[in-house]
């Protein structure tokens, strides 16, 4: 997967409680096991009406926000099933980090495995980051992986907390295959000594 170090983009206020799988990528949208082409399903019952037009209500069809990187939502993002198609249909939109107060578990641990930095901050801090996110063309955020900062427009900065572990494995880019493929030497070594002294299996 990518890797995930300094990221400045712009930021949408998804100004939603409970956003669940579903709304995230409805369930038409789950025939592919593909990792591309959900982009256009994200959010696809509020961002288009029946007819297949835009709503042009919904943030993310904003021409402020339609190449946004960055959301910026209510309490208890992500949850319902644990479609592993809501982190994905996210990342081929563009959206690389979601910042909440809180997260359903599976939602939360599915974004690290694909590239997605998930941040959890206080009330207070996801008020100062909605009203950022609220300015449109200039609602841009940096996010400082490496120094667990998130420095608004006019200077402010927020600092969050995250697993170590993790913190490493999105800055290196790191997924449970990179991860294994880091011993990719000593499995090598292993199997040749295995097939050395036990040549009949």
Not at 44 to 60: C, H, K, Q, T
Not at 121 to 140: F, I, P, Q, W
Request: proline share 4%; with cysteine; net charge negative.
């Amino acid at each position: 997967m990518d890797k995930f170090d300094t990221l400045t983009g712009v930021a949408a206020p998804l100004e939603i409680m409970n956003v669940d799988t579903d709304m995230i990528i409805p369930k038409q949208y789950l025939k592919t096991i593909k990792r591309t082409g959900l982009g256009k399903g994200l959010f696809a019952e509020m961002r288009f009406r029946e007819d297949g037009s835009e709503n042009p209500d919904f943030v993310l069809n904003q021409s402020a926000y339609r190449h946004a990187q960055i959301l910026v939502a209510r309490d208890n993002f992500g949850c319902g099933s644990s479609r592993e198609h809501a982190p994905w249909a996210l990342l081929d939109f563009g959206i690389r980090c979601v910042i909440s107060t809180s997260f359903a578990d599976i939602f939360y641990n599915n974004c690290f495995k694909n590239g997605i930095l998930p941040i959890k901050v206080s009330e207070d801090d996801l008020e100062k980051l909605m009203d950022d996110a609220r300015r449109g063309a200039n609602a841009t955020l940096t996010i400082d992986l490496p120094a667990q900062e998130i420095r608004g427009p006019d200077g402010g900065v927020v600092k969050f907390d995250i697993d170590p572990f993790r913190k490493h494995c999105l800055i290196n880019g790191l997924d449970d295959i990179g991860l294994t493929m880091e011993k990719a030497a000593s499995i090598g070594a292993y199997e040749t000594r295995h097939a050395q002294s036990a040549p009949w299996l």
